[in-house]
C-alpha cells in the first residue's frame, strides 16, 4: 500500500514564476491537507480538501496561492509570482475516511521549493 | 500565548535513559492529541495518538493525555541515538470544525552514546 506521495521533492524557481506542487493521497483516503514548514519552525496548517471541494482554507495566504483537488488526479498546490520568502518545505497529508480514527493523518516526503 | 506550545530545547538525554517530553495547548475542549517524529530533513512520521486522559502505551512510547491541565506528554522509554529527532505536538482543536491539526514548533531530542 503505497504511502502519500509528492512531486517533485525539490523545485527550484526564480522570482516571479509559478510553483505547482502535486499530492496523491493514500488509496482510500479522501481527506488532503497543505501544511508549509519554514527552516527551525513548526508546520503551519495551509488549506484542507476533500474531492472536489475547499473545506478549509483559513491557513492559506489570500493572494498567490490556490489549492484543488480533482475527481480525479492529484491535489495540486499552486503558487503564482513566487518570492523568496515562500522558500519552505511544504508537505502533504492524508487521512481516511469512514474509519474510528477519520482524523489521523499520514504525511508525504515534502516538496522543498527554492526561490532563487 | 501559542494555541500549541512545546520547549525547544534540544533535551538532552544518556543512552537507555527515559526521554520526557511535554506539549501545552490553549483550547480546553480539543479531543485529539497526536505525537510526530520528524528527523532532519525528513518528513513528520506519525508515533501516536491519543484521545483518552490517562496513558496510552505502544512499545518503548507511552503517551499521557491530562485535559484537566491542557497538556499532553511523551515518554521514551530506553531512548536509542537512533530517537534523536524533532518531536511535535499536534492537536486537532474543536472550535476548527474540521480535521486540521495546530503544530507546536517541536522538541528536539538528543540522546547522547
Known amino acids: 500500500n503505497a504511502g502519500v506521495m509528492q512531486n517533485p521533492r525539490h523545485l527550484v524557481r526564480r522570482r516571479g514564476q509559478e510553483a505547482r506542487l502535486r499530492c496523491s493521497p493514500m488509496k482510500g483516503h479522501s481527506h488532503v491537507y497543505w501544511y508549509r514548514q519554514l527552516p527551525e519552525e513548526g508546520l503551519k496548517f495551509m488549506v484542507y480538501?476533500?474531492?472536489?471541494?475547499?473545506?478549509?482554507e483559513s491557513g492559506m495566504p489570500k493572494e498567490r496561492f490556490s489549492a484543488e483537488f480533482p475527481k480525479e488526479g492529484p491535489s495540486i498546490l499552486r503558487i503564482q509570482q513566487v518570492v523568496r520568502g515562500d522558500s519552505a518545505a511544504y508537505f502533504c497529508?492524508?487521512?481516511?475516511?469512514?474509519?474510528?480514527?477519520?482524523?489521523?493523518?499520514?504525511f508525504g516526503p515534502g516538496t522543498r521549493l527554492t526561490v532563487l | 500565548q501559542k494555541e500549541v506550545e512545546q520547549n525547544s530545547g534540544p533535551l538532552s538525554v544518556p543512552e537507555g535513559a527515559i526521554a520526557s517530553l511535554n506539549c501545552t495547548y490553549s483550547?480546553?475542549?480539543?479531543?485529539?492529541f497526536f505525537w510526530y517524529r520528524q528527523y532532519s530533513g525528513k518528513s513528520p512520521e506519525l508515533i501516536m495518538s491519543i484521545y483518552s486522559n490517562g496513558d496510552k502505551e505502544d512499545g518503548r512510547f507511552t503517551a499521557q493525555l491530562n485535559k484537566a491541565s491542557q497538556y499532553v506528554s511523551l515518554l521514551i522509554r530506553d531512548s536509542q541515538p537512533s530517537d534523536s529527532a524533532t518531536y511535535l505536538c499536534a492537536v486537532r482543536p474543536t472550535s476548527s470544525g474540521t480535521y486540521k491539526y495546530i503544530f507546536g514548533t517541536g522538541t528536539r531530542l538528543k540522546v547522547l552514546a
Open positions: 497529508a492524508s487521512s481516511p475516511t469512514g474509519t474510528s480514527a477519520p482524523d489521523t493523518q499520514y
Open positions: 480538501l476533500q474531492k472536489e471541494n475547499i473545506i478549509d
Open positions: 483550547d480546553r475542549g480539543s479531543q485529539s
